[in-house]
């Protein structure tokens, strides 16, 4: 089975580097971005390539909400999972309008990113999925 792979967004550089390795080491292939703006121009220009988004809420650039909107306009089949440190700042009802899939609290262990990932990949990975590029 391939690695799933994930389009990961923060734009604090201590957080994304642990983040990115909790990532790696649960054997995901993960391509970072530092701004939402990055992100979505990435996944524009390869939207087969990711079978997850995985952003911060608060970012300078743009808001986790707003990054997951575009990124599903995109390709609405993609589950996106938005970080946060301050949960209240995207309520259930937004968080569902703006596509999120699901809201992961920060911190986070390694445990509780692992297996709200894997929730993720389940509950919104069943949508129809664009085709993977050929290697």
Request: aromatic share 4%; proline share 8%; charged share 30%.
């Given at each position: 089975m391939p690695k799933k792979r994930i389009l990961f967004i923060d734009d604090e550089a201590l957080l994304r580097e642990a983040i990115y390795e909790m990532l790696s080491a649960m054997d995901y292939e993960v391509k970072v971005e530092e701004s939402g703006k990055d992100a979505i121009r990435t996944f524009a220009e390869h939207?087969?390539?990711?079978?997850?988004?995985?952003?911060?809420?608060?970012?300078?650039?743009?808001?986790?909400?707003?990054?997951?909107?575009?990124?599903?306009?995109?390709?609405?089949?993609?589950?996106?999972?938005?970080?946060?440190?301050?949960?209240?700042?995207?309520?259930?009802?937004k968080a569902k309008a703006s596509g999120v899939c699901r809201v992961l609290p920060k911190p986070l262990t390694k445990a509780e990113l692992r297996e709200g990932l894997r929730g993720a990949l389940a509950d919104c990975g069943e949508r129809p999925a664009a085709p993977r590029p050929a290697n």
């Amino acid at each position: 089975m391939p690695k799933k792979r994930i389009l990961f967004i923060d734009d604090e550089a201590l957080l994304r580097e642990a983040i990115y390795e909790m990532l790696s080491a649960m054997d995901y292939e993960v391509k970072v971005e530092e701004s939402g703006k990055d992100a979505i121009r990435t996944f524009a220009e390869h939207p087969g390539e990711f079978d997850l988004v995985l952003t911060d809420l608060v970012m300078l650039d743009m808001m986790g909400d707003k990054v997951a909107e575009r990124i599903l306009s995109i390709r609405p089949d993609v589950p996106v999972v938005v970080m946060t440190g301050t949960p209240d700042a995207l309520p259930r009802s937004k968080a569902k309008a703006s596509g999120v899939c699901r809201v992961l609290p920060k911190p986070l262990t390694k445990a509780e990113l692992r297996e709200g990932l894997r929730g993720a990949l389940a509950d919104c990975g069943e949508r129809p999925a664009a085709p993977r590029p050929a290697n």
